[in-house]
């Protein structure tokens, strides 16, 4: 591994913990610096968290504050289950970095500067009348200015390449600063560099001498005395990788259809937070995974039930609007009783919203967003990692009982990561599905006597040809019927199918104490926060326990008698108070809601203070 | 996934794909000589009853797969031509078509449409146009005529009707044609060409709803009317038409026009003589505009039919050959894609 010795005369401090937040323009990398000390931290061993702030505009003028783009790490030697709520070190590229994210950076924290961007112009566009690296206003901040520019430069110099691919080059000055001040193994990156210019020796040159630059900056330069060691933290043994949400649920998806055996066929109408499912799908096509972005969402989940009718694992993935304009399809994919997997990554709404902020205010849609009675399974991963097997979760329900399922995840997850313990793939459940075949006494609409599940009988069995379709259905033939009775005969089966659900998932698992003062229920990506500020309320002595609901509909069939064992009962939703409102319709119970909708997930800090005030009152 | 033992195609007859359904048409539809021509037709299409699949969105004719003793999915309004295109995608094997009306195809699901045309799909289409909305009880739609009296435009539409062919020309179908219900020989012909096309296969049926509409298409349909206003297009044939065939289009440079050719001094050899594989759009344009113009007769029969390559067999192509580059998926490698590390 490359040498990365501490200076003698520069002291080392153990830390548990530490978020660092790298922001600059759009075009200064920063993602990319991110995600290269996230795969460092990674293999240092910590437990880590991590989440991209990328501004909604694509190409956003150079400069301005909302051409901002950021990245967050939080890390540490203990489990860490959220990016943080704010920073303790902000690296900041120009002086609009600094003027957004100056607000999320803790009091007496540090703040890395590349000088060179503090340019009149940039000062200007940030809005700063004054240069607050001067004027004195940061005087609560540590505050190291460093010529990020100008050293990056003196380090290619004598390459002779072009200033504009040397400006590109100071972010890896920026994280080789940053790999000296916490100890991060450099060869990741060293080898990333390798791979991803393979083809341009001169790229490679000038990149790998940035990132060593900065990396002896800090051991040489007097502006830094201190570097931190962050130790491993304990993790279960395996083998880990750092994924987001998304592309752990496309995974999810690729695993089940090959452990089912199904072909799988994606239909996706782009968009934000959703599209990188579709990205990631469309690069399996070896796993013979069908991706199709149709005219509109409509049209992608029309085509997945198509798919679904010849006997593919039809799947759609889209986000609030599109889940809108997908409802008619689905309440016929009820109907038809195919087995469908709708993944919903919400955003921001009402109507557009805020297509790149996050919020879990499409529950109810899930639930009732049809017409008339149309239940159907609706499950929600709760960490970016988690997104992998409730996704592998929504196949098996779906197959199992003849149902469309619905996905909820949301942009937090989706965008943000976190270290995946990869299972082996032997090690996954197995899914069974069988085609109908038997032509003796053929109903497409009989039932399994434990699931409620019609069979599969897909086109191109002999014998087998039937009709089916979204008019009401008479019990066990499937031929069109209006019968009074019937009708009634077919609603209470399509709701008592997925009530028998119940039977077949887990227990809901309380953590913390069964009973006591204060359960906390939660759903979805609230699971990090939520956790956090738990941990700490209960080493401050308080009674609180948590239980974080991965199936919403139909709810673990223990939930009823968990929640009557707590005096009382919050659920904190970026909503304005969904899971609430079924706990209480459904149980009876005097569930609180603590709801806030800015397209921002919880705070550890905000949610602690909640339970303070709860528990005090 | 299906059996896929080779066999011998079945015998069938007309009676063969008859479904045990009670057909619930109004007496007297047009509809229901759509229904008898397909099954005439289909014992010689060389596709077995378990491979064919019906889909359809909601209105009178998209009832028709209940009619059909094939395989059938009776969709939501609008959306059969993407529900057929998903099926098709996931199984190419299978011979996929649709039942759709005008409202149906035009209106609600109009996009799908334009879409299923452009991507060269195969599946094939058969638009029951009766230029009304007959299961919502007769008011306008997309093909009405401008002016139509109906419950919803007692005023008379303002609308300007939709010219189905031209449609599907514009978006690039690559098996375009029209045909009538009260033609038999003539939609057999036609649903056959069809069944043999490879690609998106669009066909206009002019359908007589005998409840809201009736009568919309008689002057193409009843003796003594059909000879003078409709021109049967035949690969390869001039247009003629008339009672006594005496009459002719000719192209006076893009503008079609009627000319006697009979005791006059155009033969047979000045008039336009069809194309239907012709790959550039023009021809088939002109004609497709004779169809609203008051005096022209319309054509009927094939437009056009060309190939190029289809969506399904292009999805299934690039399998292939991820196949090929890549291996066969394996989950392990897949998970372990990136960087890793071990914890002990
Ligand atoms: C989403 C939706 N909107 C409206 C309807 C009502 N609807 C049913 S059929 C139809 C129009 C049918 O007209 P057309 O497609 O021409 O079929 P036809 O009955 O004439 O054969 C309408 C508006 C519906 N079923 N679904
Ligand atoms: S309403 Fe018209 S189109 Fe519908 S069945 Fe009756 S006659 Fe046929
Ligand atoms: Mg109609």
Same mark, same amino acid.
């Given at each position: 591994?490359?040498?990365?010795?501490?200076?003698? =005369?520069?002291?080392?401090?153990?830390?548990?913990?530490?978020?660092?937040?790298?922001?600059?323009?759009?075009?200064?990398?920063?993602?990319?610096?991110?995600?290269?000390?996230?795969?460092?931290?990674?293999?240092?061993?910590?437990?880590?968290?991590?989440?991209?702030?990328?501004?909604?505009?694509?190409?956003?003028?150079?400069?301005?504050?909302?051409?901002?783009? *950021?990245?967050?790490? =939080?890390?540490?030697?203990?489990?860490?289950?959220?990016?943080?709520?704010?920073?303790?070190?902000?690296?900041?590229?120009?002086?609009?970095?600094?003027?957004?994210?100056?607000?999320?950076?803790?009091?007496?924290?540090?703040?890395?500067?590349?000088?060179?961007?503090?340019?009149?112009?940039?000062?200007?566009?940030?809005?700063?009348?004054?240069?607050?690296?001067?004027?004195?206003?940061?005087?609560?901040?540590?505050?190291?200015?460093?010529?990020?520019?100008?050293?990056?430069?003196?380090?290619?110099?004598?390459?002779?390449?072009?200033?504009?691919?040397?400006?590109?080059?100071?972010?890896?000055?920026?994280?080789?600063?940053?790999?000296?001040?916490?100890?991060? !193994?450099?060869?990741?990156?060293?080898?990333?560099?390798? $791979?991803?210019?393979?083809?341009?020796?001169?790229?490679?040159?000038?990149?790998?001498?940035?990132?060593?630059?900065?990396?002896?900056?800090?051991?040489?330069?007097?502006?830094?005395?201190?570097?931190?060691?962050?130790?491993?933290?304990?993790?279960?043994?395996?083998?880990?990788?750092?994924?987001?949400?998304?592309?752990?649920?496309?995974?999810?998806?690729?695993?089940?259809?090959?452990?089912?055996?199904?072909?799988?066929?994606?239909?996706?109408?782009? +968009?934000?937070?959703?599209?990188?499912?579709?990205?990631?799908?469309?690069?399996?096509?070896?796993?013979?995974?069908?991706?199709?972005?149709?005219? $509109?969402?409509?049209?992608?989940?029309?085509?997945?039930?198509?798919?679904?009718?010849?006997?593919?694992?039809?799947?759609?993935?889209?986000?609030?609007?599109?889940?809108?304009?997908?409802?008619?399809?689905?309440?016929?994919?009820?109907?038809?009783?195919?087995?469908?997997?709708?993944? $919903? +990554?919400?955003?921001?709404?009402?109507?557009?919203?805020? !297509?790149?902020?996050?919020?879990?205010?499409?529950?109810?849609?899930?639930?009732? *967003?049809?017409?008339?009675?149309?239940?159907?399974?609706?499950?929600?991963?709760?960490?970016?990692?988690?997104?992998?097997?409730?996704?592998?979760?929504?196949?098996?329900?779906?197959?199992?009982?003849?149902?469309?399922? +619905?996905?909820?995840?949301?942009?937090?997850?989706?965008?943000?990561?976190?270290?995946?313990?990869?299972?082996?793939?032997?090690?996954?459940?197995?899914? $069974?599905?069988?085609?109908?075949?038997?032509?003796?006494?053929?109903?497409?609409?009989?039932?399994?006597?434990?699931?409620?599940?019609?069979?599969?009988?897909?086109?191109?069995?002999?014998?087998?040809?039937?009709?089916?379709?979204?008019?009401?259905?008479?019990?066990?033939?499937?031929?069109?019927?209006?019968?009074?009775?019937?009708?009634?005969?077919?609603?209470?089966?399509?709701?008592?199918?997925?009530?028998?659900?119940?039977? /077949?998932?887990?227990?809901?698992?309380?953590?913390?104490?069964?009973?006591? /003062?204060?359960?906390?229920?939660?759903?979805?990506?609230?699971?990090?926060?939520?956790?956090?500020?738990?941990?700490?309320?209960?080493?401050?002595?308080?009674?609180?326990?948590?239980?974080?609901?991965?199936?919403?509909?139909?709810?673990?069939?223990?939930?009823?008698?968990?929640?009557?064992?707590?005096?009382?009962?919050?659920?904190?939703?970026?909503?304005?108070?969904?899971?609430?409102?079924?706990?209480?319709?459904?149980?009876?119970?005097?569930?609180?809601?603590?709801?806030?909708?800015?397209?921002?997930?919880?705070?550890?800090?905000?949610?602690?203070?909640?339970?303070?005030?709860?528990?005090?009152? | 996934?299906?059996?896929?033992?080779?066999?011998?195609?079945?015998?069938?007859?007309?009676?063969?794909?008859?479904?045990?359904?009670?057909?619930?048409?109004?007496?007297?539809?047009?509809?229901?000589?759509?229904?008898?021509?397909?099954?005439?037709?289909?014992?010689?299409?060389?596709?077995?009853?378990?491979?064919?699949?019906?889909?359809?969105?909601?209105?009178?004719?998209?009832?028709?797969?209940?009619?059909?003793?094939?395989?059938?999915?009776?969709?939501?309004?609008?959306?059969?031509?993407?529900?057929?295109?998903?099926?098709?995608?996931?199984?190419?094997?299978?011979?996929?078509?649709?039942?759709?009306?005008?409202?149906?195809?035009?209106?609600?699901?109009?996009?799908?449409?334009?879409?299923?045309?452009?991507?060269?799909?195969?599946?094939?289409?058969?638009?029951?146009?009766?230029?009304?909305?007959?299961?919502?009880?007769?008011?306008?739609?997309?093909?009405?005529?401008?002016?139509?009296?109906?419950?919803?435009?007692?005023?008379?539409?303002?609308?300007?009707?939709?010219?189905?062919?031209?449609?599907?020309?514009?978006?690039?179908?690559?098996?375009?044609?029209?045909?009538?219900?009260?033609?038999?020989?003539?939609?057999?012909?036609?649903?056959?060409?069809?069944?043999?096309?490879? #690609?998106?296969?669009?066909?206009?049926?002019?359908?007589?709803?005998?409840?809201?509409?009736?009568?919309?298409?008689?002057?193409?349909?009843?003796?003594?009317?059909?000879?003078?206003?409709?021109?049967?297009?035949?690969?390869?044939?001039?247009?003629?038409?008339?009672?006594?065939?005496?009459?002719?289009?000719?192209?006076?440079?893009?503008?079609?026009?009627?000319?006697?050719?009979?005791?006059?001094?155009?033969?047979?050899?000045?008039?336009?003589?069809?194309?239907?594989?012709?790959?550039?759009?023009?021809?088939?344009?002109?004609?497709?505009?004779?169809?609203?113009?008051?005096?022209?007769?319309?054509?009927?029969?094939?437009?056009?039919?060309?190939?190029?390559?289809?969506?399904?067999?292009?999805?299934?192509?690039?399998?292939?050959?991820?196949?090929?580059?890549?291996?066969?998926?394996?989950?392990?490698?897949?998970?372990?894609? #990136?960087?890793?590390?071990?914890?002990?």
């Amino acid at each position: 591994m490359e040498t990365n010795k501490a200076n003698q =005369h520069k002291k080392t401090e153990t830390i548990e913990e530490v978020v660092i937040h790298f922001a600059g323009d759009s075009g200064d990398g920063m993602q990319l610096t991110g995600s290269q000390f996230t795969t460092s931290s990674a293999i240092a061993g910590n437990d880590l968290n991590t989440f991209p702030d990328f501004p909604a505009e694509i190409r956003a003028p150079a400069g301005t504050t909302y051409g901002v783009s *950021g990245f967050q790490i =939080h890390f540490g030697s203990r489990k860490i289950h959220t990016p943080g709520d704010i920073s303790d070190v902000l690296v900041a590229m120009n002086p609009a970095a600094l003027r957004v994210n100056l607000k999320h950076l803790r009091d007496g924290g540090t703040i890395i500067v590349n000088n060179q961007g503090f340019t009149p112009k940039n000062l200007k566009l940030a809005g700063y009348d004054k240069n607050p690296l001067d004027d004195g206003s940061l005087s609560n901040y540590q505050i190291h200015k460093v010529d990020i520019s100008k050293l990056t430069a003196n380090a290619l110099e004598d390459l002779n390449l072009g200033s504009k691919v040397v400006d590109r080059c100071k972010n890896f000055f920026a994280l080789g600063l940053m790999y000296w001040m916490y100890n991060r !193994p450099v060869e990741p990156t060293l080898s990333w560099i390798k $791979d991803k210019f393979k083809n341009k020796p001169e790229l490679i040159e000038a990149n790998t001498r940035a990132l060593k630059a900065g990396l002896h900056y800090g051991d040489i330069t007097e502006i830094f005395t201190t570097r931190y060691e962050v130790r491993p933290a304990k993790l279960k043994p395996g083998t880990y990788r750092n994924i987001t949400g998304n592309a752990a649920l496309a995974l999810g998806l690729v695993a089940a259809a090959q452990k089912s055996g199904l072909e799988m066929y994606l239909g996706a109408y782009p +968009i934000t937070p959703a599209s990188d499912v579709l990205h990631e799908l469309s690069r399996h096509k070896n796993f013979k995974v069908k991706t199709f972005q149709a005219e $509109d969402e409509i049209a992608a989940i029309s085509a997945a039930i198509g798919a679904a009718y010849g006997g593919a694992l039809g799947v759609t993935a889209t986000s609030g609007p599109g889940m809108a304009l997908k409802m008619e399809a689905i309440g016929l994919a009820v109907m038809l009783e195919l087995p469908l997997v709708i993944a $919903d +990554i919400q955003r921001g709404g009402p109507s557009t919203g805020l !297509p790149t902020k996050t919020e879990q205010a499409d529950l109810f849609q899930a639930m009732f *967003g049809r017409n008339s009675e149309a239940p159907l399974c609706v499950l929600a991963a709760a960490t970016p990692s988690d997104c992998f097997t409730m996704a592998y979760e929504a196949v098996r329900v779906a197959i199992k009982y003849m149902t469309p399922v +619905i996905l909820l995840s949301d942009g937090y997850i989706a965008n943000g990561s976190e270290p995946w313990n990869i299972p082996k793939a032997s090690d996954l459940e197995k899914l $069974d599905v069988t085609f109908h075949t038997d032509q003796e006494n053929f109903l497409p609409y009989s039932r399994d006597k434990k699931t409620l599940a019609r069979p599969w009988a897909i086109p191109g069995t002999s014998g087998l040809e039937h009709r089916v379709g979204g008019l009401e259905k008479q019990d066990k033939t499937g031929n069109i019927n209006y019968e009074p009775e019937n009708h009634q005969i077919m609603v209470n089966y399509r709701a008592e199918k997925i009530e028998r659900i119940a039977n /077949d998932i887990p227990d809901a698992a309380v953590d913390g104490d069964k009973e006591g /003062d204060l359960l906390i229920v939660g759903w979805g990506s609230t699971h990090g926060a939520i956790t956090s500020a738990v941990e700490r309320s209960r080493t401050k002595g308080k009674s609180v326990s948590h239980v974080h609901l991965r199936y919403l509909n139909p709810f673990p069939k223990n939930l009823g008698e968990i929640l009557y064992n707590f005096k009382k009962i919050l659920v904190p939703e970026l909503n304005k108070g969904q899971l609430s409102s079924l706990l209480r319709s459904k149980y009876l119970v005097p569930a609180v809601g603590y709801n806030k909708v800015q397209g921002l997930p919880f705070k550890t800090a905000e949610l602690e203070n909640k339970i303070d005030e709860l528990l005090r009152g | 996934m299906a059996d896929t033992a080779v066999q011998e195609p079945k015998k069938y007859t007309a009676k063969d794909f008859q479904s045990d359904q009670d057909v619930r048409w109004c007496p007297g539809c047009g509809d229901y000589s759509i229904l008898a021509q397909t099954q005439r037709v289909f014992p010689d299409i060389g596709v077995e009853k378990k491979d064919i699949v019906w889909v359809s969105g909601i209105g009178c004719s998209s009832r028709f797969p209940y009619y059909m003793e094939t395989f059938g999915l009776h969709g939501i309004h609008g959306r059969a031509p993407i529900i057929a295109s998903g099926l098709k995608m996931a199984r190419p094997d299978l011979s996929v078509w649709v039942a759709t009306g005008d409202g149906d195809l035009l209106s609600i699901g109009g996009n799908h449409f334009i879409h299923a045309c452009r991507r060269n799909i195969d599946i094939k289409v058969l638009l029951f146009n009766n230029q009304i909305y007959g299961l919502t009880k007769g008011q306008y739609s997309p093909t009405s005529e401008f002016g139509k009296i109906t419950k919803s435009t007692p005023w008379g539409s303002i609308d300007h009707p939709f010219n189905p062919v031209a449609l599907a020309l514009g978006a690039e179908c690559t098996f375009v044609a029209r045909s009538l219900d009260r033609d038999p020989k003539h939609l057999q012909t036609i649903i056959r060409a069809a069944a043999e096309h490879t #690609g998106t296969a669009f066909i206009e049926i002019y359908q007589n709803c005998n409840v809201f509409n009736d009568g919309a298409f008689f002057h193409l349909t009843e003796k003594g009317q059909k000879e003078e206003n409709v021109v049967v297009l035949e690969h390869n044939k001039p247009l003629i038409f008339g009672a006594n065939n005496d009459k002719g289009i000719r192209l006076d440079g893009f503008t079609p026009k009627i000319v006697s050719i009979e005791n006059s001094e155009f033969s047979k050899d000045d008039l336009l003589v069809h194309d239907e594989n012709k790959n550039d759009d023009v021809l088939a344009f002109i004609l497709s505009r004779m169809t609203y113009d008051p005096d022209l007769p319309t054509p009927v029969g094939i437009f056009r039919k060309t190939y190029k390559p289809t969506y399904d067999t292009e999805m299934q192509k690039q399998i292939n050959k991820a196949i090929e580059k890549r291996g066969e998926g394996d989950l392990d490698k897949l998970f372990n894609e #990136g960087e890793t590390w071990v914890v002990e």
